[in-house]
């Protein structure tokens, strides 16, 4: 029927046809965003995620808190350690964000009321900073004195790390993370934890 129509009306015609099917076509790649609580566990892709960062370190910190070096130096000493934690390398084929782990390891410390955690290396720079403004802004009175930090008595490394098996559209990912206690004193590993994941993403093929 386009054949015997003008041809202005032909391109007209052309024209509005293929802006509806663009219109379809966007409609149905229209994003969908959906609110959920924090705490539900989502695994979409199989990698490491938030869940998973929670969940080995409360399980890590807790194993950490009731083995007995804790009981040993308490004892030992009539005070709580002092805890640092220093690099946790990732040694992954993923890109895992290591911050947000320390950042649930220190929570972890912290909440459990068992050990007294201090701040960071790169946090401690900046601490110091704000005390050298102090001695040259701040009231006399309300100074903070330099020589007043608390020094750790352990500190806390260890790595992150995968085994990666995959065949016929099923892949395996292990994780397997390690984490060592050092005494800064005498280099002693006081403790020694290991958390391992096992994890299986099987891809469904669609038949058409």
């Known amino acids: 029927m386009l054949l015997f129509m003008p041809r202005s009306i032909r391109i007209f015609v052309l024209m509005s046809s293929l802006l509806c099917l663009l219109t379809l076509v966007s409609c149905g790649k229209e994003k969908r965003v959906t609110r959920v609580d924090p705490g539900v566990a989502t695994d979409l892709s199989g990698r490491w995620n938030d869940t998973d960062s929670k969940l080995v ?70 601490i110091r900073e704000e005390r050298k403004e102090q001695s040259v802004y701040s009231r006399e009175d309300t100074q903070k004195r330099p020589g007043q930090e608390l020094g750790a008595d352990f500190m806390m490394k260890g790595t992150i790390a995968t085994i990666l098996d995959e065949s016929s559209g099923t892949k395996a ?20 934890g290991q958390k391992k994941i096992k994890k299986v993403i099987e891809r469904k093929r669609t038949l058409f």
């Not at 220093?86 to 950042?103: A, Q, Y």
């Not at 292990?174 to 005498?186: A, G, K, T």
């Open 57 to 126: 370190a409360e399980a890590m910190m807790k194993e950490m808190v009731n083995r007995p070096w804790l009981e040993k130096f308490t004892s030992g000493n009539g005070r709580e350690p002092v805890v640092i934690v220093g690099t946790i390398l990732n040694k992954s084929h993923e890109h895992i964000d290591v911050v947000t782990f320390v950042s649930d390891i220190e929570r972890e410390l912290t909440n459990s009321q068992k050990v007294v955690f201090v701040a960071s290396k790169s946090e401690r720079a900046e």
């Open 173 to 192: 990912v292990y994780y397997q993370v390690d984490l060592d206690l050092i005494n800064l004193e005498n280099n002693v590993k006081s403790w020694y």
